[in-house]
């Protein structure tokens, strides 16, 4: 199953408001998750089957989505939220992640 | 605290092996299904391979079939990772990762490296 993230690349202010898209090549139900990653670290759990927030995680973070489309929000970026997103699939193995969209500080 | 260190990584030869380990603390190991996970030099992420509880269920990406075993220890809260045949491409961060819901916990990772 092939994730694809919209956008790879994005750029945005303090206090926006982002949305990340992700769309499986077939349908996953809602097994998908978000991961966030900061340079030099190991990923992140933000978000699993779709839409349940890891505990831990800011509110501000949400996900949606089932079958083929998923979004992952941040509702108001703080600085701390500059980083790469991945969406990966656990429907099916092979396991597989989007190739990642890269949040910077505009 | 949940803790996932990984060790074993290094510099190693194409055609060379390398066993990588995976030392986890803090939860109940023995009931948690164990992935890795690898990365490569300025990449996105890789799922390497899954090992159930159990080890009953085990599953690799098509790129390390074959060339890879996943295995676990409970009695010693370990998970390791057998690494035959390397090639250049193999050249990446390891990460070992726990699931429930998503892979909930991560290692810092291991830099395994194949070059001549």
């Known amino acids: 199953i092939q994730l694809t993230q919209s956008p790879s690349f994005l750029s945005a202010s303090v206090g926006d408001r982002v949305t990340i898209t992700c769309r499986a090549s077939?349908?996953?139900?809602?097994?998908l998750a978000w991961y966030q990653q900061k340079p030099g670290k190991a990923p992140k759990l933000l978000i699993y089957?779709?839409?349940t927030l890891q505990s831990g995680v800011p509110s501000r973070f949400s996900g949606s989505g089932s079958g083929t489309e998923f979004t992952l929000t941040i509702s108001s970026l703080q600085p701390e939220d500059f980083a790469t997103y991945y969406c990966?699939?656990?429907?099916?193995?092979?396991?597989?992640f989007g190739q990642g969209t890269k949040l910077e500080i505009k | 605290e949940v803790q996932l260190v990984e060790s074993g990584g290094g510099l190693v030869k194409p055609g060379g092996s390398l066993r990588l380990s995976c030392a986890a603390s803090?939860?109940?190991?023995?009931?948690?299904?164990m992935n890795w996970v690898r990365q490569a030099p300025g990449k996105g992420l890789e799922w390497v391979s899954s090992?159930?509880?159990?080890?009953?269920?085990?599953y690799y990406a098509d790129s390390v079939k074959g060339r890879f075993t996943i295995s676990r220890d409970n009695a010693k809260n370990s998970l390791y990772l057998q690494m035959n045949s390397l090639r250049a491409e193999d050249t990446a961060v390891y990460y070992c990762?726990?699931?429930?819901?998503?892979?909930?916990?991560w290692g810092q990772g291991t830099l395994v490296t194949v070059s001549s």
């Open positions: 803090g939860f109940t190991f023995s009931s948690y299904s």
């Open positions: 077939q349908g996953i139900s809602s097994y």
């Open positions: 990966q699939q656990l429907n099916s193995y092979p396991y597989s």
């Open positions: 090992i159930s509880s159990s080890s009953s269920y085990i």
């Open positions: 990762a726990s699931r429930t819901g998503g892979f909930d916990y």
């Open positions: 089957a779709a839409s």
